[in-house]
């Protein structure tokens, strides 16, 4: 016990000085080469030299240094690698983005499957190469007129072709009579129109028609008109509200007065559903 005693003293004490213990008694035995003394009432003086502190001292940093761990340079420390390896997120997976239709001008319904592209969908374009529309197709009506009297009626037709196409022989019929083309012919990709009267159609549009003449009588509670080739085939067809003495129920549109009967699409599915009605714009 004294020699941890003496161990204790060692760390506190410095530069010579008296110690004391509480024991009830001490002797030199206990502290070698030390000065002891004891006051017989539980308390033993132990004096301490230079040397012995010296002493200590010395033997206690020799036990801190065997110790003490060696000093590590931090440059020789290289820090841990991770082997990371990163995966996408595929944002599109399961994803159905549905389908794109349209209608092509000859009735054939063209689709295609819209694609997913960084989780969003985008919409694909259908072709409708191949169905193109190859013959002339009634464009626009106006058969109800602001003015009093038919004489601004009028009507449209469009070529959707390549080609110019010759109407010499063409005719339009109604329910009862047929107006007959003269020597007229309709550029590929453009329009014609066909006027009763030039000047009172001029008078509205502030353009001239490209035909005038035109004899048929377009009635205002339902009519009906057909174009034919010039070797009887029938090219095109529309009626409005359900045709001359309802004889269309099915083409039941109407334009108000004012307003004309034109295709939504330069498209020809023979139903009243390609036609709307709107404010008049012939191309002339």
């Known amino acids: 016990m004294g020699k941890w005693i003496v161990l204790l003293l060692l760390v506190v004490y410095a530069n ?44 206690i940093n020799e036990s801190i240094n065997e110790t003490k761990p060696e ?35 000859d009735s054939y319904i063209a689709s295609c499957n819209n694609t997913c592209i960084n989780g969003n969908c985008e919409a694909c374009t259908p072709s409708c190469s191949g169905h193109e529309l190859n013959h002339v197709i009634f464009s626009e009506i106006m058969y109800d007129t602001s003015t009093s009297g038919e004489k601004d009626e009028w009507l449209e037709l469009y070529n959707p072709s390549g080609a110019d ?9 109604d329910n009862s009579r047929t107006w007959k083309f003269s020597d007229i012919t309709i550029s590929r990709k453009s329009y014609l129109v066909i006027a009763k009267n030039a000047t009172a159609f001029q008078q509205s549009f502030n353009c001239a028609p490209h ?12 009519d009906q008109l057909t174009l ?48 709307s009605a709107g404010t008049p714009q012939p191309d002339c």
């Open 211 to 222: 035909v005038s003449g035109f004899s048929r009588t377009l009635n205002n509670d339902g």
């Open 71 to 105: 000093e590590t340079n931090e440059a020789d420390i290289s820090p841990a690698t991770e082997n990371r390896t990163w995966v996408a997120a595929d944002l599109c997976a399961g994803r159905n983005c549905g389908v794109t239709s349209i209608t092509c001008p």
């Open 228 to 275: 034919k080739d010039g070797s009887g085939n029938e090219i095109d067809f529309v009626a409005w509200e359900k045709g001359a003495n309802d004889a269309y129920p099915a083409w039941d549109l109407a334009a108000k007065q004012g307003k004309s009967l034109a295709r939504k699409a330069l498209n020809d599915s023979d139903i009243a559903a390609d036609w």
């Open 16 to 59: 010579g000085c008296t110690g004391y213990i509480a024991k009830e008694s001490a002797s030199a035995e206990d502290f070698p080469g030390k000065n002891v003394s004891n006051d017989n009432q539980g308390t033993a003086a132990i004096n301490f030299t230079d040397q012995s502190i010296t002493e200590g001292n010395q033997s």
């Open 165 to 173: 196409i010759s109407l010499a022989g063409w005719t339009i019929s």
